[in-house]
T-cell receptor
Framework: GAGVSQSPSNKVTEKGKDVELRCDPI?????LYWYRQSLGQGLEFLIY????????KSGLPSDRFSAERTGGSVSTLTIQRTQQEDSAVYLC?????????????FGEGSRLTVL | KQEVTQIPAALSVPEGENLVLNCSFT??????LQWFRQDPGKGLTSLLL?????REQTSGRLNASLDKSSGRSTLYIAASQPGDSATYLC?????????FGQGTELSVKP
């Protein structure tokens, strides 16, 4: 597609359930990012993939959060045993990854609500 | 630790005014700075990207400047329109990830 695609756009789940959020980056973009935006809060970095390098996981808030990127393209963010504080919009972005000068393009986000 | 601050947090102007949004950062060691807009319930739309070697970038009615030595960037919007109403975010890139400010919520009244 032309832009970054995220699914689902909305997800409501019960506390304690696992959820998976998907991101399909712009074709040819080698770098992929996950951010979280909570109500009234700024954008919080979660994880960053660059080509075949080991991902930068320094922003993941707990070991309940994990992400993978298969075949250098699609990424899945998994949250295990969801808690109410996980409720937020999860945003994915991609860039050409040419050094660290590339422009980032964001998807529309996945809104997660944990009841 | 890199910190990004945007002032003001909110701004309301009448249609047609020229306006300036401010962004400051604490560490000048950045690769680039990017301005975004975010409409309610939507993702981020990239407006302008300024590389560290550049002083400014222009797109239509938007002009962004970068002064690395003073840790400041401004986004100038000419002849504002109601459709410009949104939250504007600046982000700096000291390495792999972007670090964001809290944003300026702009309202342009008809």
């Amino acid at each position: 597609g032309a832009g970054v695609s995220q699914s689902p756009s909305n997800k409501v789940t019960e506390k304690g359930k696992d959820v998976e959020l998907r991101c399909d980056p712009i074709s040819g973009h080698t770098a992929l990012y996950w951010y979280r935006q909570s109500l009234g809060q700024g954008l919080e970095f979660l994880i960053y993939f660059q080509g075949n390098s080991a991902p930068d996981k320094s922003g993941l808030p707990s070991d309940r959060f994990s992400a993978e990127r298969t075949g250098g393209s699609v990424s899945t963010l998994t949250i295990q045993r969801t808690q109410q504080e996980d409720s937020a919009v999860y945003l994915c972005a991609s860039s050409t990854g040419t050094g660290w000068t590339g422009e980032l393009f964001f998807g529309e986000g996945s809104r997660l609500t944990v009841l | 630790k890199q910190e990004v601050t945007q002032i003001p947090a909110a701004l309301s102007v009448p249609e047609g005014e020229n306006l300036v949004l401010n962004c400051s950062f604490t560490d000048s060691a950045i690769y680039n700075l990017q301005w975004f807009r975010q409409d309610p319930g939507k993702g981020l739309t990239s407006l302008l990207l300024i590389q560290s070697s550049q002083r400014e970038q222009t797109s239509g009615r938007l002009n962004a400047s970068l002064d690395k030595s003073s840790g400041r960037s401004t986004l100038y919007i000419a002849a504002s329109q109601p459709g410009d109403s949104a939250t504007y975010l600046c982000a700096v890139r000291p390495g792999g990830k972007l670090i964001f400010g809290q944003g300026t919520e702009l309202s342009v009244k008809p």
